[in-house]
Every structure is written in structure tokens, then in C-alpha cells.
């Protein structure tokens, strides 16, 4: 595909921000359901995403969490499409890289600015498909312009706008400070032909009365030439919506009397499993930070998923849970793995073909009578099941490296609709692991597991999700020019 092929087909417009986590996702995923609302097709998309909280297309293919919320945000079923290249950190200098929804390899830093650039043909493969199907799409940038140390083989913020020859509006974050300067600085630092590309600019995150920043805005617009398109005061309901990065989980939600605590691994995945606990009343949800003890009054520990099992493990054991993990259940206490959480809880953990790391074995935590070996095969894959104990129905997903059996698969938890058993319980019905991510987001499961230690539920989660998404469309609408934001994305 050559630019001409990207050259005015669907109106489109791209939300680059002047740093990471200043509110990008959350922006688009609000704009997508206003406009759903006004009756338009609309699509998500963001070229890159760096992320371990991924989710599984019905296709069995994987993109960023936040593009599937984004696509509920447009009341349609997340694609592949809608995030073509997404990188999942292993190390603290390597990803495994997604393309189009398939693991594409194992890359440090430095190989993956050389392929990048190789990447585009695939990205604007993938853009043009979204556009094809739409009256409007929103593209999400990934972290900032202003970073022009990367601009080299761009595909994330200004390289793929000229590429596509999109429109750009600049998001800003007033909540940490330097706002005027993060937004002005931008405009220092890019090229002639980027800040053209720029045709407006919002602040988000404002606390008190957004009038007070008038004067702010004014002198952004002189000193850049940018429309000011609105400031965004502070939506609290922001913090109920599914976390992108583990960096913006909280340590702890909510005051009911169950409590569950989850150790915040290194390279924690997926780890939506705890939206829909930290929204119930009667839990507790506690995140321990790497340093800190596991809580002695918990009732519930969660294992997490992890990009890195073997790795994770290694981590879990340094900070000192194995042994606040055997205090926990020596006092009666239940203990849930989930994917690699579930692997870890095993008796051993096998990479023969150093999928993680070197080739080798580790022994796991043995609660559960189970091995696990690691392969090359990655199952993503859409999971329906029941829950054994309870005969509750469970709709999740799997993705996950390795195979996982042994004697303790003979008590599974989960029955899969092929038949197939999934995971497995101790014979003290007390420690439980499964493969299925997402199992808390179903109501009936969710009720039935919590009931067993006497919690009632009456959460209806995804529609909870749906709700405050057309808060955050509303809240949009007042603040923002809509119409002109729809001018630009026409109009370019």
C-alpha cells in the first residue's frame, strides 16, 4: 500500500498526547461512543501499543485491553485490526511483538527499532481495513511526539499520521503539572510539517472550575497557533473502566469484608481478572506492591497472570511470598491461580526450548499436583465453561504459552463446552488454578464464587462498563468542540 491508497477515504482523525498515560485511551474510548451515539460507524485504532493486559478477538487473535474497550466504547466486536502491532514486555529490554493478533517474534529494543519500519505496510494493511468499514475512525497515539529520539521509522505518532495523512489534536494532562509547557514544548521540538499537522489541542484531568485556566489556553493558542478544542474536567468514574498499564492499578480498592490480596508481580498480565473484584461491595481488592508482605488477615490470595512465568516466579520468592503464601494457607486461608498463576502453583515448570529465558526447569510452589511445560504454541482462544464446585457458566479467555497436566487435572476446576477439563483443585477444595482469564467479568461465575464465602452479588458488570462509558460520552460532549473535531477529521 503506498500513502496515495491511504489519501482521503473515511474521515479519520488521530488523539497524540504530549506524554504517556496523560488520558489518550480513555479520550478515545469516550469519543468513540459519542459519535456511536450520533448513529456513526465507528472504529478504534492505534498503530502500536505496549502492553500485557491484552485481549482475545474472536478470531483467536490478541490487541491491547484498552482498543477492546474502545471498541465496546463503539458497541462493536474488538478486531485484530484495530491494533495491529502490540509489544508485550518480557524483560526490562525485550518484547514479544503481535502482529495483526499472531506472536510475530522475540525482540530487544534495539532489533525492534530496525524491523519497525517494516512494520508499516502491515499497519496501514490494517488501517485501511478499519476504514473501509466505517463513517469515522479514531487512531490513538502511543506515548508522545515529542519523544524525537524515536522518530526515526515512526509507526506509532507522527510517522504513521504522514503516512495515512491524518489530522492530528493534542491531548495534555493539567493533573501533573507543567501543563502550558508540555503542550508548548511539543510544538518546540517537532518539525515544520508535524506542527501542521497538529490542528488542535484539549487539556485533560482538570480539577475545580475549568474557567480558572482561560488565560492558559490563550496562551497556548498564541504561542503554538493551535485551536484550543476545550479543557476535560475530572472524570472520577474514569478509575471503574478497565486499567490499560499496571502502573495506574491502585494498591487497593474497596472496603467489604472479603479480602483479596494479589502480589503485583513484574510482569503481571491480564490483569482485568481484577476489574470487576475491585467494583463489588462486599471485597476488599488489595494489590501488594513487590516489598511488602502478604497481609495476614487476607482470606483470598490471587496469583496473577504473568508474561514471564518462570521469571515472575523467581520474583514472587525474592520479596519472601512463597513463605507469606504458606503462612496464609497453614491459617485456613484460599489461594486462586490464574495462567501463569496457575502454572506457578504446580510442582514444576519446564522451558526445554528457552521460550522465557535459558532452557531449564524450576520447581513451582506445589499446592497443586500438576506440571507445566512451556512450547512454542500460543493458545488465544475465546473460553466457555462451567464451574465444577458450583455449576456456575464462566465466559472467558485463554492466552497462554505451554501445556499444563499431571494428577491434579483429574480435579479440574473448569469444564471447557468441548468436554476437555481445564485447570485443577486441591483435594482441600482450598487452593484452585484455571487457564481462563476474564472469569470474574461474568456475573453468574463471579456470584457463585463469592458466594461460597458468603458474599453476595449483585453487580452487573459489563453493563456498569456500558453505563459509564455513555457518562464519559456525555461528559465529552459538554466540555469539548465536537463539531469542530468532526470538521477536522472531515476536513483534512
Not at 85 to 93: A, G, M, R, S, W
Not at 380 to 388: C, K, L, S
Request: glycine share 12%; with cysteine; aromatic share 6%.
Amino acid at each position: 500500500m503506498n500513502r496515495n491508497d491511504t489519501d482521503r477515504r473515511t474521515p479519520s482523525i488521530m488523539i497524540q498526547g504530549t506524554g504517556s498515560n496523560v488520558g489518550k485511551s480513555l479520550i478515545v474510548a469516550g469519543l468513540c461512543r459519542l459519535f456511536a451515539n450520533r448513529g456513526l460507524k465507528v472504529r478504534p485504532f492505534k498503530p502500536q501499543n505496549m502492553s500485557n493486559n491484552a485481549a482475545v478477538t474472536a478470531d483467536g487473535g490478541e490487541i491491547g485491553r484498552a482498543q477492546a474497550l474502545q471498541a465496546m466504547g463503539c458497541r462493536v466486536l474488538p478486531s485484530v485490526h484495530m491494533n495491529p502491532v502490540l509489544l508485550k514486555p518480557e524483560t526490562d529490554t525485550g518484547a514479544q511483538v503481535i502482529v495483526q493478533g499472531k506472536r510475530f517474534g522475540t525482540m530487544r529494543a534495539r532489533e525492534y527499532g530496525k524491523q519497525k519500519v517494516e512494520l508499516l505496510p502491515k499497519v496501514l494493511e490494517s488501517f485501511q481495513i478499519n476504514a473501509s468499514d466505517s463513517d469515522l475512525v479514531i487512531v490513538e497515539g502511543a506515548g508522545s511526539p515529542a519523544e524525537i529520539n524515536l522518530r526515526a521509522g515512526d509507526i506509532a505518532n507522527m510517522g504513521f499520521a504522514e503516512a495515512a495523512n491524518l489530522p492530528v489534536i493534542l491531548c495534555a494532562d493539567i493533573d501533573r503539572g507543567g501543563v502550558i509547557a508540555s503542550v508548548v514544548g511539543t510544538h518546540a521540538v517537532l518539525e515544520a510539517a508535524e506542527r501542521d499537522r497538529i490542528k488542535g489541542f484539549f487539556i485533560n484531568r482538570f480539577r475545580g472550575d475549568p474557567g480558572l485556566f482561560a488565560e492558559g489556553m490563550r496562551e497556548i493558542e498564541t504561542r503554538t497557533g493551535w485551536k484550543g478544542l476545550g479543557v476535560v474536567p475530572w472524570f472520577a468514574d474514569a478509575a471503574r473502566l478497565p486499567a490499560e498499564d499496571a502502573l495506574g492499578l491502585a494498591d487497593g480498592f474497596g472496603s467489604g469484608g472479603l479480602k483479596v490480596v494479589v502480589p503485583v508481580v513484574s510482569r503481571i498480565a491480564n490483569f482485568d481478572d481484577l476489574d470487576p473484584l475491585r467494583l463489588e461491595p462486599g471485597v476488599t481488592l488489595e494489590l501488594i506492591q513487590p516489598g511488602n508482605p502478604l497481609p495476614g488477615d487476607a482470606n483470598i490470595v490471587l496469583l496473577p497472570g504473568s508474561k514471564s512465568t518462570i521469571g515472575d516466579l523467581a520474583f514472587f520468592r525474592a520479596q519472601g511470598w512463597d513463605i507469606d503464601l504458606k503462612a496464609h494457607y497453614r491459617r485456613g486461608g484460599h489461594i486462586l491461580g490464574v495462567c501463569g498463576g496457575y502454572q506457578m502453583l504446580g510442582r514444576s515448570i519446564s522451558d526445554p526450548d528457552g521460550i522465557e529465558g535459558a532452557p531449564g526447569s524450576v520447581e513451582g510452589l506445589g499446592y497443586l499436583d500438576v506440571t507445566t511445560v512451556l512450547t512454542q504454541e500460543k493458545s488465544t482462544v475465546a473460553a466457555t465453561a462451567t464451574h465444577i464446585a458450583s455449576g456456575a457458566p464462566v465466559c472467558g479467555y485463554e492466552i497462554h504459552v505451554g501445556r499444563t497436566d499431571g494428577p491434579g487435572s483429574d480435579a479440574p476446576m473448569m469444564r471447557l463446552q468441548d468436554g476437555r477439563p481445564d485447570g485443577a483443585v486441591s483435594r482441600d477444595g482450598r487452593v484452585c488454578g484455571t487457564y481462563i482469564h476474564g472469569l470474574f467479568t461474568d456475573d453468574a461465575f463471579r456470584a457463585a464464587y463469592l458466594a461460597a464465602f458468603g458474599v453476595g452479588s449483585n453487580l452487573a458488570y459489563e453493563r456498569d462498563i456500558d453505563r459509564i462509558l455513555d457518562d464519559l460520552a456525555l461528559h465529552l460532549e459538554e466540555v469539548l468542540d465536537i463539531e469542530l473535531v468532526l470538521s477536522i477529521a472531515r476536513g483534512f
